[in-house]
């Protein structure tokens, strides 16, 4: 990551101020956008090195000069540091021209200049804000914050949409395997379930958040902004339309049966405590199933869906336009 030093200019004279961070070594950076000013937070020494890199905002994905992205609050810091640095200055010099010529005979008149104490400028202190989301780039290991999940990486531009998905689905897996090891047949139950619907919500945040940067690049911008994903077979068929790609076909057949399956079986979980009625009955090829019965739910079910899932966002991220 780039230098953490304001330079600024004072009468002529240039002073580079060093930038404190805060107590977990982060640095404030605010986007330049006036539609954005995104505040968000990187650690100098990780990420990208080397000369001419540029900063993207993590929000809005503005790329500019790191120098365009130091806050306003730090700004006002390091002018308030080089007025003190300069009056302090001007007293050291004025200090040194310090004189006094005592009086001489009996109508002898002295003279003298000496330097009265007096305050300095302030310091304009400040605080860095906390932030909700610490994140490592997959790409380039820069670490930043962010406020919310999603996020451009600050050096490297990469959106962190994959990583949340597939860091989302790990949590999944340990779902599982704490589900096998319960004795409780209820909690064992639970845990899958949950799983389960953690995998939904997973995929849906992660594909929002991946056609929401490229909407612009659709048919139809303002309903690629705002897709759901929670019911897989829906979401494919606006895929298509709105950007004429076939995610049915980044995965075989089986899978994509049993994940579109299994999301129905989520929306049941969600809104009918997991009761069969006869849409599900009707939408989902499922043979086993019966109206009034509950839906049944295997570890190795949300296994499979999990690993479909997987291969449908690296689909996405491949298919879909560059944002």
């Not at 895929?239 to 076909?249: A, H, M, N, T, V």
Request: with cysteine.
């Amino acid at each position: 990551m780039s230098s953490r030093f304001r330079h600024v200019e004072t009468m002529g004279n240039r002073l580079s101020v060093p930038i404190p961070k805060d107590e977990n070594g982060f640095l404030g950076r605010e986007c330049p956008v006036e539609d954005c000013l995104g505040y968000f937070k990187v650690r100098p020494g990780t990420g990208l090195t080397g000369p001419g890199l540029l900063c993207h905002c993590p929000y809005c994905g503005q790329a500019a000069d790191p120098n365009s992205f130091w806050t306003k609050e730090q700004i006002e810091y390091a002018k308030s540091v080089a007025f003190r640095q300069f009056a302090d200055a001007v007293r050291n010099d004025l200090k040194q021209l310090e004189f006094e010529y005592p009086a001489r005979g009996a109508f002898g008149i002295g003279i003298s200049m000496k330097l009265q104490p007096g305050s300095l400028p302030p310091v304009r202190h400040y605080r860095e804000q906390k932030l909700e989301t610490d994140v490592v780039c997959d790409e380039c290991t820069l670490h930043y914050a962010v406020f919310g999940l999603f996020a451009y990486c600050p050096d490297c531009g990469v959106h962190n949409s994959l990583q949340v998905l597939q860091r989302n689905l790990a949590l999944v897996a340990k779902q599982l395997e704490l589900a096998a090891s319960v004795e409780s047949r209820d909690l064992a139950r639970h845990l899958i379930e949950d799983s389960l619907e953690n995998c939904v919500s997973a995929f849906d945040g992660f594909a929002r958040e991946t056609c929401r940067v490229r909407a612009a690049h659709s048919q139809d911008a303002g309903r690629a902004a705002s897709l759901s994903f929670q019911n897989l077979g829906n979401a494919a068929k606006a895929i298509q339309r709105l950007f004429g790609i076939d995610l049915p076909g980044a995965v075989d057949t089986a899978s994509w049966e049993c994940t579109t399956r299994a999301f129905l079986k989520r929306h049941l979980l969600a809104h009918r405590s997991g009761v069969i009625d006869e849409k599900y009955v009707l939408s989902s090829g499922d043979t086993t199933a019966v109206v009034g019965r509950r839906i049944s739910i295997e570890p190795a079910e949300v296994s499979d869906v999990a690993a479909t899932i997987t291969a449908l966002g690296s689909a996405l991220i491949a298919l879909l336009p560059k944002p």
